[in-house]
């Protein structure tokens, strides 16, 4: 399974942008970048995903490098309840199992 | 709709003790999946399932069972349970298709004595 690596946390001040980066160098062309989030006590949910093109959705968008070894997602104003860890995950398309392989993630503080 | 509901949410078992958790989906949704996330440490996939009547293992599968005898519901079965399965459960359920979201439920939250 292709691997991603994440800081293990950010900080980041209420209503200015956040970038969380992830690298995942040994991404197959059949990959495609998932970002969940957890908030506490929570389930994780859905947050974005990509496979080549960058995206936008209401809740943030994913810029993805054009060789696709990294990704950011990216969140425009952080409010407070945007205070998760964030996991970004390879979801392949080979996996019969279409299965979300989590690593640790990176916990985002948001401070008032 | 109710998403992805899992029955119980806290439960205390003795060691040796057996349990059945259930997960339940309103989504049509053909996958489903059961893991566990230990303090710190992101998700682990116990098993899963691609369909009605069919279940596979997942990364950590030893000491538990699964069945999934409806297309809504997949169970997951402690038979005997160990103080190291003490974890928070979550279920989640997807469409057949990678370009899709997975939903999850709030977890269980299992504590064996």
């Known amino acids: 399974d292709a691997k991603t690596t994440q800081p293990n946390s950010m900080e980041s001040n209420e209503e200015e942008p956040v970038h969380l980066p992830c690298n995942h160098s040994t991404i197959s062309g059949t990959d495609y970048i998932h970002w969940y989030r957890q908030l506490p006590s929570q389930g994780p949910e859905y947050v974005i995903h990509g496979l080549t093109s960058n995206v936008n959705n209401r809740m943030a968008s994913l810029a993805i490098a054009e060789d696709r070894k990294s990704s950011t997602l990216i969140l425009h104003r952080a409010t407070l309840r945007d205070a998760a860890v964030y996991y970004c995950i390879l979801r392949d398309l080979l996996d019969g199992a279409n299965n979300l392989f989590f690593g640790t993630g990176t916990r985002l503080t948001v401070i008032p | 709709n109710a998403g992805v509901t899992q029955t119980p949410k806290f439960r205390v078992l003795k060691t040796g003790q057996s349990m059945t958790l259930l997960c339940a989906q309103d989504?049509?949704?053909?996958?489903m999946y059961w893991y566990r996330q230990d303090p710190g440490m992101g998700l682990r996939l116990i098993h899963y399932?691609?369909?009605?009547?069919?279940?596979a293992k997942g990364e950590v599968p030893d000491g538990y069972n699964v069945s999934r005898l409806k297309k809504q519901n997949f169970l997951l079965g402690l038979e005997s349970a160990a103080p190291s399965q003490t974890s928070v459960y979550f279920c989640?359920?997807?469409?057949?298709?990678?370009?899709?979201?997975?939903?999850f439920g709030q977890g269980t939250r299992l504590t064996v004595v």
């Open positions: 989640a359920s997807s469409e057949d298709s990678l370009n899709t979201e997975a939903f």
């Open positions: 399932s691609v369909g009605e009547g069919t279940t």
């Open positions: 989504m049509n949704h053909e996958y």
